[in-house]
């Protein structure tokens, strides 16, 4: 293990998140607020003074495999979502600090659950801090760092490996770094687009980039406690529904779209399911949500925009979802497991995870008909390394395990099956909101802390994809 390098990595993201907080504290000052020099000063420090101590000087040994990529991923987040809940605490806005790591752990996760009942009572600044979280971890932290180091591939795939996800993680170019810059310049471009597009429909500036900032890293933060259904806008919502949308597709696709391979997107199986799904599921929430809201269009806008906040896992809401009936319930409960595309900053299982498992089990039935039939699972119209097979079952099984015993350990609580399922489902799916309690009207305020903590971690699981967290405290010295 190059414990050296792995302390030099964190060293590098603990200086991303230590200089990103100057910006909630220029708004804080832009605002008045003078706390924000302590409440983000302290935090800021404690970042920086170890991030450059520890940068100063290049380790010799340089190299990252596997183990070094896993454990530098786990540890950076954890510690990032530790110290980034500080100002919340030191502010006062919530005092409680296992409230402000739930808070700040959904935030950098893209995960959106949230324990304020009054989320307009907090400060501008620590606004704009958590929702700022949400577009730092909707590409990645890591990722960032990878864009700016001068690192060779040797080192950076493996990391890169750690922090995207899905069940394959390619170069879009021969470098990861270039990769790195192209993924983020198109982060960066759609976050700035709609933005603008967003202040032609009244919303202020600082409105328009708080809501840009959630939906990019589609964590779902809204500075109201209606969230979008504040603004009461067919318009905005229909801006937020289509970026929302578009940052749960794979962004190597965007790529291709500059470089006009447009057969490529064209011919792109996840791409087309994941609209399918989108549009199958609007079309029967719709028909089945008419009677609520009396008449097809306005069932339609609001099933449209909840079908894009949930399978992309956003969490922002137009409606509250427990109004609807229970086939549609039971139909967004299933969007949450399904979740965006492979390498996009949506959450869930993956489209494309969930069709290698449905295909490699169709190849199985076909199997047992026939065994001397010989069949592949393919995707694009090519046939999957077994590996990649192999690895989408495995994360299946493994996550199922997981969500079980934390169901397990959350049902502790006073809450019903139902409520303490969802609870579990929509944290590590990294949704945002459950049903009942939990629904897009609630909040997690009154769950207890011990759940609190377990619900952190499988935000953290759900983000990462469950083997960062678990190599983190399972591995030894080589």
Known sequence: M???????????????????????????????????????????????????????????????????GFVSVAASWITASAIGALPFVISGDIPNYIDALFETVSGFTTTGSSILSNVEALSKSSLFWRSFTHWLGGMGILMFVIAIMSSNDSRTMHMMRAECAGPKVGRLVSKSGSSARILYAIYIGLTVLEVVLLLFGGLSFYDALIHAFSSAGTGGFSIY?????????????????????????????????????????????????????????????????????GGFLEALRYSFFMTASTITSTGFATTDTNLWPVFSQTLMLMLMFIGACAGSTGGGMKVSRIMIVVKSGIKELKYIINPRAVTTVKMDGKPIEKDVVRGATSYCIIFALLMFISVLLVSLDKFSIEESASAVITTMNNIGYGVGHFGSAGSFADMSAFSKIILSVDMLLGRLEIYPVILLFAFRKR
């Open 2 to 68: 190059n414990y050296r390098m792995i302390v030099y990595i964190m060293g590098q993201i603990s200086k991303v998140v230590g200089l990103s907080m100057f910006l909630p504290l220029f708004v804080g000052l832009l605002y008045g607020e003078q706390h924000a020099v302590l409440s983000f000063g302290i935090p800021i420090l404690m970042l920086l003074i170890p991030g450059f101590a520890v940068t100063i000087k290049k380790p010799k040994d340089n190299s990252v495999y596997s183990m070094e």
């Open 225 to 293: 406690g209606d969230s979008i259904a504040h603004y009461n806008s067919v318009y905005v919502e229909m801006v937020i529904a289509t970026f929302i949308l578009l940052f749960g597709v794979n962004f190597n696709l965007y790529y291709f779209l500059l470089i006009r391979r447009f057969s490529t997107v064209f011919k792109n199986e996840e791409l087309r399911t994941y609209l399918c799904i989108v549009a199958g599921a609007t079309l029967l929430i719709t028909v089945n949500t008419m009677e609520v809201y």
